[in-house]
């Protein structure tokens, strides 16, 4: 039987890729910011880690998930955009993202 | 979850995401997909909804508050990005050995179903290409979570692959545009309920193709329906990427079968006088139309019997409505989306026509008649991971109608489907039984989402061509 030639049936990667941006040295007096999507939990699991954060680095202000609102509901690809300027109004130095469960 | 923390780190804050031990290799996968491989993860140990409150915070305290402040003060050093990765041309050969070695060669690198696909060769992927205007370069846009681009020239090799007919060409195209939009929301098509996308094609096509509406319509065993319902998991896998982990984006729990592509005995709805569903989607009887959505859960066989509607009516609010979609009412309240089809047989059909009953009829009577307790769709939604859920705020806020928040009373009883329009109604199945069938889907996460199917101008002369002579 004669060979067979085939093609790709993949599409090209949309996005190259990029390393983080740089991260905090210190939360003392810094800002920090959980974005929700409303599931496993994830109130319960910010609340008890910025309680240990704040024992740990003094004057570090909190910014709840309601700022950003449930980022996984029907409001999901409006609520994303505004995500940058939420950020930047609130002067927002680092983001807990929950939970992927 | 992850394109929130993206979207924060494209603004210049840091970021960690928090996921569970079960998620950590699909965040990977995630995370380099949106171009930012090195983004920080805590880990959640095990499975959050199954711990109790002690067991939750100890691991909260011991595992992901370490995990995080890590994830915010310290740079990963064992994932950086690659910049712009080299992949192949589109007439590229990227392999080339017999027929069973091209389909070890798809197998191994997880480019097929499971099932053997038909070659894609240069000279077949043109044979569907001669039934589009369209340039073969064309992005028709991007797709979620592997955000690969989904081209005119993507459409017929995974057409190829899944077994379609060349004519079948322009039903593809309109099928890779509804997976594009952003509103069906292709990204969760790997989510853990499992859900799969379902095709209806509305209009002359279906006939003239010969998709089966009638006696098995949803079983395989017919070309057009099989292959374009196969063609639809196809670009899923090959180009959104949802293949089955530890190698891939798709997490259900437990899925299902590739849906075969449903089309409508529009004859029988016209001989009835009921809308077509094409004409439901807002489309005229003379457009074919291809409309997708996801399905989630099937009904039992619905079974109604008498020579009046409200006989029907009744055992379809019960077996569909109250017993078939009130499981999963929850969770779809908690995303303010519900979107069932009633594949209804066409003798059922006939009896609620030949009675006065119009499609908007049923669909008002089974919003009315399908109810459930709040506090049970409240139960489901958690059970489900939706913590966040409030019926009442919900109902405040607007993301749900007015008649979800009418009191607190949890006992209080709440529409199963939230709005009558949402319920779709298609005509399908064995006209000599009484049966009906419905099918759910998950809420947001692929809502119905149409286009009508483009036809190349010289459409009847290629499509005489194409076909064997038997079936002109």
């Known amino acids: ?101 | 979850m992850l394109r929130a923390s993206a979207v924060a780190e494209r603004a210049g804050v840091a970021s960690v995401s928090v996921i569970s031990t079960g998620f950590l290799q699909q965040a990977a996968l995630i995370s380099r997909n949106l171009g930012l491989p090195d983004m920080a993860i805590a880990e959640y140990p095990g499975v959050p909804m199954n711990d109790s409150l002690e067991e939750f915070r100890r691991k909260v305290e011991e595992h992901i508050y370490p995990a995080i402040v890590d994830g915010l003060m310290k740079s990963s050093a064992s994932r950086k990005s690659e910049g712009i990765v080299n992949e192949p041309e589109d007439r590229e050969i990227v392999y080339c050995g017999s027929f069973d070695e091209v389909q070890e060669h798809f197998h191994a690198n997880c480019w097929s179903d499971g099932l053997p696909i038909v070659p894609p060769t240069i000279e077949r992927v043109e044979r569907f290409l001669r039934f589009t205007t369209r340039d073969p370069q064309e992005v028709i846009g991007s797709l979620p979570l592997a955000h690969r681009k989904l081209t005119v020239w993507n459409v017929a090799v995974n057409g190829v692959m899944a077994g379609c007919r060349p004519e079948y060409m322009p039903i593809l195209l309109a099928a890779a545009e509804v997976l594009v939009d952003p509103k069906f929301k292709a990204e969760d098509c790997g989510s853990t309920p499992g859900w799969e996308p379902m095709l209806t094609l509305s209009g002359p096509l279906g006939r003239e193709l010969g998709f089966n509406s009638g006696q098995g319509a949803l079983r395989i065993g017919r070309q057009a329906n099989s292959s374009v319902g196969r063609f639809v998991r196809m670009i899923v896998r090959n180009v959104a990427g949802f293949t089955i982990s530890p190698e891939g984006l798709d997490k259900a729990t437990i899925g299902m079968n590739f849906q075969i592509a449903l089309a409508e005995n529009e004859d029988a709805c016209v001989q009835m006088g009921w809308t077509t569903y094409g004409q439901d989607r807002g489309f005229s009887i003379d457009d074919s139309v291809v409309t997708i959505q996801s399905v989630l859960i099937v009904s039992p066989p619905t079974y109604s019997a008498g020579d009046k509607p409200e006989e029907h009516a009744m055992l379809l609010a019960d077996v569909l409505g109250d017993r078939t979609a009130g499981y999963w009412a929850g969770v779809a309240m908690a995303y303010s989306n519900y979107h069932p089809i009633i594949v209804l047989g066409p003798a059922i059909a006939k009896i609620f026509a030949v009675n006065g009953w119009t499609k908007d009829m049923l669909r008002d009577y089974l919003y009315k008649n399908c109810r459930m307790k709040a506090k049970t769709a409240e139960g489901y939604a958690w059970a489900g991971g939706v913590t966040g859920f409030d019926m009442n705020r919900y109902a405040r806020e607007g993301l749900l109608p007015p008649a979800y928040g009418e009191s607190t009373d949890p006992d209080r009883l709440v529409p199963v489907f939230q709005r009558p329009e949402w319920i779709q109604i298609v005509v399908a199945g064995d006209n000599g039984r009484n049966q009906s069938k419905g099918y759910i889907n998950n809420h947001l996460q692929g809502v119905p989402t149409s286009r009508k199917v483009t036809l190349p101008p010289d459409w009847k002369v290629m499509l005489a061509a194409s076909r064997p002579a038997s079936a002109n």
């Open chain 1, 1 to 101: 039987m004669s060979n067979i030639e085939v093609v790709w049936p993949l599409g090209k990667k949309a996005n190259p890729e990029t390393d983080t941006v740089a991260r905090v040295e210190d939360f003392s007096g810094k800002t920090i910011a959980a974005i929700w999507d409303y599931l496993f939990r994830g109130d319960e699991i910010f609340r008890i880690v910025t309680e240990k954060m704040a024992e740990r680095f003094p004057g570090m202000k909190v910014v709840s998930y309601e700022v950003f609102g449930n980022n996984h509901g029907s409001r999901q690809h409006e609520l994303i955009k505004q995500v940058p300027d939420k950020l930047r109004q609130h002067k927002v130095d680092a983001v807990i993202s929950l939970v992927g469960a």
